[in-house]
């Protein structure tokens, strides 16, 4: 089977999906707007050459029908291919729909991610005849959560498959806390950490984390909050952690690659996702994160209620006090930590293994083309 991946190269996604398919022994094909700049694949690539920042900024403006440039190498790629996968409706999935028009052969899958159904279709009239247009022409529609599927639903009669994204259970465990990690970030060894690991852009709600520690801090609570990523707000973010007096509270390591994040987990005693918008459609650090046996917290948001169900504490959005007191419950109670960390734990191995999920994913492709 051959399969040609119209995605973002420097999305971890991809990558893992990619390599997953590869071990699999089905050969993948790349295609990317942006070239690659994170990740090194065994696989060939093709691009339009944009730089990554740009086709961010282009995200539902009517400049991306420069898109429309790429289509030539596209259709040349889609000869002898079994399948097209598109992953995000509304930039590749809109690539996929108009090679469809000049090939008949392969099977047109798009993956729809988040914002490409929360807000691209909101955008205007036009932007919600768009989509539907897409969607029109799929083979197959697959979603990461129920909560994006049912979205999804409402631009479509087709059905939505769901397939999370998943992570390696056997990399995202429960280990000791790395002493050299803690060192490296002024830990002590019975120092409580308070964790989040996302891009400091808005829509992730980290001020929220920040502001809901300091009410901690006020309340004599004794604790490290530790941030991981990198974006726009981070001056922002260092800013107001300096006005709240939080300097030597707050630890900003910057990016991490995931080969290494399960060690930054693993010095976590609590987890917060403060997401604040319903774009959040899964939330894969959540999913790292209860797969080390993290004791969770999230706002309801997007899916990630449907991640976390009862498996951690679930806070309304854009809330520090309700934020503040979800973590200072778990921070004083190490017993609840623990129960709630190994339930989190068994949900990930059950629900979202990255090698079940791909398997899912290959068991979808098998029905569709029918090999």
């Not at 990558?15 to 707007?33: D, P, R, T």
């Not at 631009?155 to 259970?169: L, N, Q, W």
């Not at 987990?265 to 774009?279: A, C, G, H, L, R």
């Amino acid at each position: 089977m051959k399969v040609l991946f119209l995605a973002n190269a420097n999305s971890v996604h991809t990558y893992k999906w990619v390599n997953g398919l590869l071990n699999k022994g089905i050969e993948v094909l790349l295609f990317s707007l942006s070239n690659p700049t994170k990740f090194s694949y065994n696989v060939e690539i093709q691009t339009l050459g944009l730089e990554e920042k740009i086709v961010k900024d282009l995200e539902g403006s009517p400049k991306k029908l420069k898109y429309i440039f790429s289509l030539p190498k596209i259709i040349k790629l889609t000869k002898n291919v079994d399948i097209v996968h598109c992953h995000y409706a509304s930039s590749y999935g809109l690539l996929g729909k108009i090679s469809k028009a000049f090939s008949k052969n392969f099977k047109l899958f798009i993956s729809v991610w988040g914002s490409d159904v929360f807000s691209f279709p909101k955008k205007s009239f036009l932007h919600n005849i768009l989509i539907r247009w897409v969607f029109s022409s799929a083979d197959c529609i697959t979603s990461t959560s129920s909560t994006m599927a049912k979205e999804t639903q409402k631009y479509t009669s087709k059905k939505i498959e769901v397939i999370p994204f998943g992570v390696d259970t056997k990399i995202f465990r429960p280990s000791e806390k790395d002493r050299k990690i803690m060192e490296k970030y002024g830990i002590k060894e019975n120092d409580l950490v308070v964790g989040t690991v996302r891009n400091l852009e808005p829509k992730y709600g980290i001020e929220y984390l920040i502001k809901a520690f300091k009410i901690l801090i006020t309340k004599n609570v004794e604790a490290k909050l530790v941030i991981v990523g990198e974006g726009s707000l981070k001056t922002k973010l260092l800013n107001l952690v300096k006005n709240l007096n939080l300097e030597d509270k707050v630890v900003f390591t910057g990016f991490i690659d995931n080969q290494d994040l399960w060690k930054i987990y693993n010095i976590f005693d609590v987890f917060v996702m403060p997401s604040v918008e319903e774009s959040e459609s899964f939330g894969v650090s959540l999913v790292e994160a209860m797969a080390c046996s993290k004791a969770c917290i999230a706002t309801k948001v997007g899916g990630l209620p449907e991640v976390l169900e009862n498996y951690g504490i679930l806070v309304e959005k854009q809330n520090e006090n309700q934020l503040a007191e979800a973590i200072e419950k778990l921070l004083l109670n190490p017993q609840l930590r623990l129960e709630l960390g190994q339930k989190a734990r068994e949900k990930a191995l059950r629900e979202y293994d990255f090698n079940k999920n791909l398997d899912s994913l290959i068991k979808l492709y098998k029905n569709c083309v029918g090999k």
